[in-house]
């Protein structure tokens, strides 16, 4: 069983707020993800890490900014949100050197921007 | 690049009848593949994994897949199918890169009839 949380699980919120949504993970793992997933759709991914301080971005643009100053934390920025923003956002964890690198997925957030 | 496949967005079987949920990739290096699944307003569990050890990789819940390198194929199988695994299942492979990404295909909802 996998140990990666994300807070909250909905949010719903007005055009033009900042909104952060909080991915924790406990098992140590130095890479981390995000993902974005309409509904009934494939998973896009829109940031990754390698490790502290690292941050990339993944195959989908995505206005949303990360951050990684703990390893066990990678939070998901959007400054300002847009209905364009109404998605599921997921982030993952996984623990490299073995080269398979399985990813562990946390709960999701729904949000919703009106 | 890698890529993968899925054939059919929606499979429908009977309560007690063979699952079958077909997944084709196309990869550079000998690939890693895994099946998650996703039940609604979750994150994704893995269920399988195959790390070029055994061709035919039993995971979670009853479900198995085999790795047929000839037919680039990693179809996942169950042998009795239960009301619980109603679900939408993904087939991702491994990038082959130092990222350790995964390329997901679109998914597969399987409905099972009573």
């Known amino acids: 069983e996998a140990d990666i949380y994300q807070t909250p699980r909905y949010l719903v919120i007005g055009t033009g707020k900042k909104i952060t949504l909080e991915c924790s993970q406990t098992m140590g793992h130095d890479k981390m993800y995000w993902y974005q997933q309409d509904p009934g759709m494939e998973l896009h991914l829109i940031h990754y890490s390698y490790g502290v301080n690292s941050t990339e971005k993944g195959d989908l643009s995505s206005e949303s900014t990360v951050s990684r100053i703990r390893t066990e934390h990678f939070p998901l920025t959007l400054e300002s949100a847009r209905p364009s923003h109404t998605s599921q956002y997921l982030c993952?964890?996984?623990?490299?050197?073995?080269?398979?690198?399985?990813?562990?997925f946390g709960p999701g957030t729904r949000l919703t921007v009106l | 690049a890698q890529s993968v496949t899925q054939l059919g967005s929606h499979v429908s079987v009977s309560e007690g009848a063979l699952v079958l949920l077909r997944c084709n990739y196309s990869?550079?290096?000998?690939?890693?593949l895994f099946w998650y699944v996703q039940y609604p307003n979750q994150g994704l569990q893995l269920l399988l994994k195959y790390t070029s050890a055994a061709t035919l990789v039993k995971g979670i819940n009853g479900f198995e897949a085999e790795f047929k390198k000839s037919e680039t194929s990693f179809h996942l199988t169950k042998p009795s199918a239960h009301m619980s695994d109603a679900a939408e299942y993904f087939c991702a492979v491994s990038s082959g890169d130092s990222s350790y990404k995964l390329i997901f295909g679109s998914g597969t909802r399987l409905l099972v009839r009573p």
């Open positions: 993952a964890s996984s623990k490299p050197g073995t080269g398979e690198d399985t990813q562990y």
């Open positions: 990869s550079s290096v000998p690939p890693y």
